[in-house]
C-alpha cells in the first residue's frame, strides 16, 4: 500500500471486482444461511454458545472474519427473543422526543424531517435504569462488539424514527473518515484511512418490523474492503454502482444489524405507511483516547494574544497557524452533545480549531475568542 491515496487510486473497476464477490455459508459454521450476501446468525443458536469458552472464541473469531474480510455485514435475528424490553425502550423513546420537542432538541438530523435522539444511551440510562440494564446487558451485544473491537470498548446509541415518505440517504461510509470532507480526507496517510474503520462497529436494533417497503438500509456487501473507499463514495458513478447493485434486508423487531462502518450504506426510501424506527449503535475502541486530558480552553487563551500580535505584525504563515493550533486546539468534532450541539450544514459540528481560526482573521479581542471559548465549552457538555 502506497504511504497516500490521490485521485488516480479510485477506481470503479477495482471497487467492481471487490463488489462482485460471493459469500460461501461454509466459511461461517455458525451461521444459519446467507441472504444476498449478508450472513444471518440466529440469537438462540449464539446464546447457546455462550457457556462454551472454547466454542465462543472461535465464533469471535468467525464474527470478526465476516467483518473484516468477508461481506463486512451480519445480521442477528430474534437478537432480542423477549420483545418486553423492547417495548419498553420504545416506549421511553416515545417519551424522551414528546419531551425534547418541547425544548426544541433533537435537531441536526441526517435523514430528513424525522424524530431524532441523541445520545439515546445516556438518557433511557438515567430515565430508566431497570429498562437500561435488560436492554444493554444483552450478551450477544457484547459479543459482537468484543469481536471488532476487543475488550473495554464504549458504546454510544442514538434512535432514529423514519417517517413514512422519508427519502433515501446516499450511499455513504461512517464515522470517523466518513463525517469529513474528500479534500480533507485525502490528507489522511493510506493506512490510517484503512484502519479507522477498526475503531468504531456499527450498529441497529430493530424496535418495529421492517418490511423492505419501509426502507431498511441499503448495503453494498464487501465495500468495505476497498482501500481508498472514504474518498470515493461521493464520486457519481460510485453511487450510481451502489444503487443499482446494493441489497435491502426485511428486519423483524428485535434483529440486530451490524455492519463494518467502511461498508458503503445508506438508509432507504420509507414507501410503507408505517414509522420505522431503529436505535442505531456506534460502538468505539478503547484506543481513541490521549493519555493526558488536556484544557484546550486555557492554553488557547494563553497564545491568543501572541498570535493576535503576530497577526497585526508581520502576520502569520498559514502553515504556522496551522501547526500551533492544531497543537492546542480541538481540530475535531467529536466527541459532543448533538442536542446543543448539532451538525449544521452537514455532519460535524465546528471544530474548536476553526472557531480560533475565525478569530485571528477577524481580529477579535482576547475578551470575545474566551466568551465563545466557554460557550463552545458548554454547548459540548454532556
Same mark, same amino acid.
Given at each position: ?10 477506481r470503479?473497476?477495482e ?6 464477490q ?13 441472504e ?35 461481506p ?7 437478537m ?5 424490553v423492547i417495548?419498553a425502550?420504545t ?19 441526517h ?8 445520545n439515546s444511551?445516556?438518557?433511557? !440510562? ?9 436492554y ?17 470498548y ?6 432514529n ?5 422519508s427519502?433515501?440517504?446516499s450511499?455513504?461510509r ?6 469529513q ?31 423492505v ?28 454502482f451502489? =444503487?443499482?447493485? !446494493?441489497v ?16 458503503f450504506h445508506g438508509?432507504?426510501? =420509507? ?13 468505539s ?7 493526558e /486530558?488536556?484544557d484546550?480552553? !486555557? ?17 502569520i504563515?498559514?502553515?504556522?497557524? =496551522?501547526?500551533?493550533? /492544531? ?5 475535531y468534532?467529536?466527541p /459532543?452533545?448533538l ?10 459540528p ?12 477577524d ?20
Amino acid at each position: 500500500m502506497k504511504a497516500f491515496f490521490d485521485a488516480s487510486d479510485v477506481r470503479l473497476d477495482e471497487f467492481e471486482q471487490l463488489c462482485s464477490q460471493s459469500v460461501s455459508l461454509g466459511d461461517y459454521p455458525r451461521a444459519t444461511h446467507v441472504e444476498s450476501n449478508v450472513v444471518i446468525y440466529e440469537g438462540a443458536a449464539l446464546r447457546a454458545v455462550l457457556d462454551e469458552r472454547e466454542a465462543e472464541q472461535e465464533l469471535l473469531s468467525e464474527l470478526n472474519t465476516c467483518l473484516r474480510s468477508g461481506p463486512g455485514v451480519l445480521v442477528i435475528r430474534n437478537m432480542y427473543d423477549d420483545h418486553t424490553v423492547i417495548d419498553a425502550s420504545t416506549e421511553l423513546f416515545k417519551d424522551i422526543v414528546r419531551e425534547e420537542r418541547e425544548r426544541g432538541f433533537g435537531l441536526g438530523d441526517h435523514f430528513g424531517n424525522n424524530e431524532r435522539i441523541w445520545n439515546s444511551f445516556q438518557k433511557v !440510562c438515567v430515565k430508566d435504569p431497570k429498562t437500561f440494564v435488560a436492554y444493554y446487558g444483552n450478551p450477544l451485544l457484547g459479543l459482537v462488539a468484543t469481536a471488532w473491537l476487543g475488550p473495554f470498548y464504549q458504546i454510544t446509541a442514538q434512535v432514529n424514527n423514519v417517517k413514512p415518505g422519508s427519502k433515501a440517504q446516499s450511499p455513504h461510509r461512517d464515522y470517523h473518515l466518513g463525517f469529513q470532507a474528500e479534500e480533507d480526507v485525502i490528507r489522511f496517510p493510506a493506512p490510517i484511512q484503512v484502519m479507522s474503520q477498526y475503531l468504531t462497529l456499527q450498529g441497529a436494533v430493530a424496535h418495529t418490523n421492517m418490511p423492505v417497503e419501509s426502507g431498511p438500509t441499503l448495503l453494498l456487501p464487501f465495500s468495505q474492503q476497498y482501500p481508498p473507499g472514504y474518498m470515493a463514495y461521493m464520486h457519481s458513478e460510485f453511487v450510481d454502482f451502489f =444503487n443499482t447493485n !446494493c441489497v435491502q434486508l426485511p428486519l423483524q423487531k428485535g434483529d440486530g444489524l451490524f455492519f463494518s462502518p467502511a461498508l458503503f450504506h445508506g438508509a432507504g426510501t =420509507n414507501q410503507s405507511s408505517s414509522d420505522r424506527m431503529a436505535n442505531l449503535l456506534q460502538i468505539s475502541s478503547a484506543f481513541g483516547r490521549s493519555m493526558e /486530558t488536556i484544557d484546550t480552553q !486555557c492554553m488557547i487563551n494563553a497564545v491568543y494574544p501572541v498570535l493576535l500580535d503576530m497577526k497585526r505584525g508581520s502576520g502569520i504563515k498559514d502553515c504556522f497557524l =496551522n501547526d500551533i493550533l /492544531t497543537a492546542i486546539a480541538e481540530g475535531y468534532s467529536f466527541p /459532543t452533545n448533538l442536542d446543543t450541539d448539532p451538525p449544521k450544514g452537514g455532519y460535524a459540528p465546528i471544530p474548536e480549531k476553526q472557531l480560533v481560526l475565525r478569530a485571528i482573521e477577524d481580529l477579535w479581542p482576547p475578551e470575545k475568542l474566551r466568551n465563545s471559548l466557554a460557550e463552545y465549552a458548554e454547548r459540548r457538555r454532556a
